[in-house]
């Protein structure tokens, strides 16, 4: 055999780093599913890498300016394996891909590939083309529906008890802050059969709780399965009491969602549904009126309190968590006051808290009476200790009671294992191994803002 065969038939070696939300993680597990067939295996470090994906986010400007650093490193790395003999194809993925393709390539050579969200299906020719030709390769053009037909998900590969699953991508709504309608495009809900399918084979792995992902996911509105109602169409809810039957789920979680799109059927199923959890990511991102029609978010605060209020009389033991913006164009200080007293009003279990980011080609980077940088760290840092003190009542309340727990992991200590409360608390006790995987009755004992600490109820794992 020669030098060159063995280089073509050896392993080679794929690193992804990810950034941004939930629906990145999902995109790069389903790259790694694609290429992993084609020969490359998932290594820790960039180090001596053939092949080097960055998934990338834009939501922010911080966010979209460490893949410049990342870049700025790969290149020693790049030109090593180069001086070895070897190639390393680097690849950008994700959202700043979509939004700034073009000068990725312009403002660092390094780059091999850009690939935007809805096209990762086709990175294996995308590859060999670079491959082929060493030379710039750009694809950002938006055809969700066959991205997830090709990105099959019966080949899904899955770690642990817990996984996401995306089911509604993209975005129709123009927050006037918000890069993802540019980055994502509109919105595409995927057909109920598809989503299913990949639920059941999740569930054949052993995967116990399911996270169903989408920028907006309770806009979903996804192909009714066929013999169901043919041509029809299924919301959120319908989706949900349907993978609710497949055997070995015994937890549903969906985010995020916009408050516009909570309708009935979707309050009501926290509270005929068991398996979905009393947990719901709701943004609101400000407090007051004023701000949230420069925002185009389309509801009120009291619109807001009101669904919150049905919501808790449907399940009252549901917990909110949010994400909030200080110092969106405009915002005074009596707005932002109002942001406090709607914490204040709602009681978040946990939150996000940014301070406004100008983003290029959002409506709101025009905006007048944008807020100077002092003044945001300031309000950002007056939201945080009151969203902190919220979640450490929130998990101090914990204590005495009793929670249902999945057990993922074996905890730091021997003898110790990890957990989640249907809140998503990280939940830590001692017992065994093979606990694992299995869902057990765990009397909270201690609590810290990040974790609680319990002791497991003996007699009582309601493994199914
Ligand atoms: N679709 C989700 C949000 C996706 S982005 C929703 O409508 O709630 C996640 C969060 O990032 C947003 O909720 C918002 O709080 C924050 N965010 C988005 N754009 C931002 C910007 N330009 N500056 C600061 N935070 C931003
Ligand atoms: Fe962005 Fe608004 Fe769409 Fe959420 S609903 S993704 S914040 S534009
Ligand atoms: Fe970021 Fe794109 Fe998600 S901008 S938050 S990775 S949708």
């Known amino acids: 055999m020669t030098a060159k065969q063995t280089e ?42 053939d092949l080097v994906i960055l998934n990338t986010c834009h939501i922010r400007e911080k966010a979209a300016e460490k893949v410049y650093s990342e870049l700025g490193r790969l290149k020693p790395l790049k030109a090593e394996k180069e001086a070895a003999g070897g190639q390393m194809t680097v690849t950008v993925a994700g959202c700043v891909a979509q939004a700034e ?4 390539q312009r403002r660092a050579p390094v780059v091999d590939l850009v690939v935007g969200p809805q096209t990762y299906h086709r990175l294996p020719e995308l590859i060999a083309r670079v491959h082929r030709e060493r030379g710039e390769a750009l694809e950002t053009e938006f055809e969700v529906e066959e991205k997830f037909d090709a990105l099959a998900a019966p080949k899904r590969h899955v770690e642990g008890f817990s996984a996401f699953v995306t089911v509604q991508e993209g975005c129709d709504k123009f927050c006037s802050f918000c890069v993802v309608p540019y980055t994502r495009g509109a919105e595409y809900s995927r057909p109920a059969a598809q989503i299913t399918a990949e639920v059941r084979a999740l569930a054949a792995r052993g995967v116990r709780e399911i996270t169903l992902l989408g920028q907006n996911v309770n806009a979903y509105s996804g192909e009714a399965p066929a013999g169901e109602e043919a041509g029809g169409r299924w919301g959120l809810a319908r989706l949900i009491r349907h993978l609710a039957m497949i055997g070995g789920i015994d937890r549903i979680r969906f985010t995020t969602s916009h408050p516009n799109d909570m309708d009935e059927d979707l309050i009501e199923a926290f509270a005929s549904e068991e398996k979905l959890m009393p947990y719901l990511h709701l943004p609101v991102q400000a407090g007051s009126d004023r701000i949230l029609k420069a925002m185009n978010r389309k509801h009120t605060v009291a619109e807001y309190v009101a669904l919150i209020e049905r919501l808790r009389v449907l399940r009252p033991d549901i917990a909110l968590s949010g ?71 929130f998990n101090a309340s914990m204590v005495g009671k009793s929670l249902p727990v999945l057990f993922e992991r074996k905890g730091r200590n021997p003898g110790q294992l990890g957990g989640r409360s249907p809140y998503l608390q990280g939940v830590h006790c001692d017992g065994p191994a093979s606990l694992i995987g299995q869902i057990a009755m765990v009397e909270i004992v201690s609590a810290s803002k990040n974790a609680l600490g319990g002791r497991l109820l003996s007699g009582e794992s309601c493994a199914a």
């Open 323 to 393: 994400d909030f913006i200080v110092g969106f164009p405009g915002e005074q200080e009596s707005d932002f006051a109002d942001t406090m007293k709607l914490v204040e009003t709602v009681g978040y279990a946990s939150a996000f808290s940014f301070k406004y980011s100008r983003r290029p080609g959002t409506p709101g980077a025009a905006m007048a009476g944008q807020v100077d940088e002092a003044v945001k760290t300031e309000r950002l840092a007056r939201l945080q200790a009151l969203l902190d003190t919220q979640q450490q009542a």
């Open 101 to 104: 393709g073009a000068e990725i």
């Open 8 to 49: 073509t038939t050896a392993r080679k070696r794929l690193f992804i780093r990810t950034y941004g939300c939930q629906m990145n993680v999902y995109d790069s597990e389903r790259m790694r599913d694609l290429l992993v067939p084609l020969g490359y295996e998932p290594a820790d470090a960039p180090e001596g890498a």
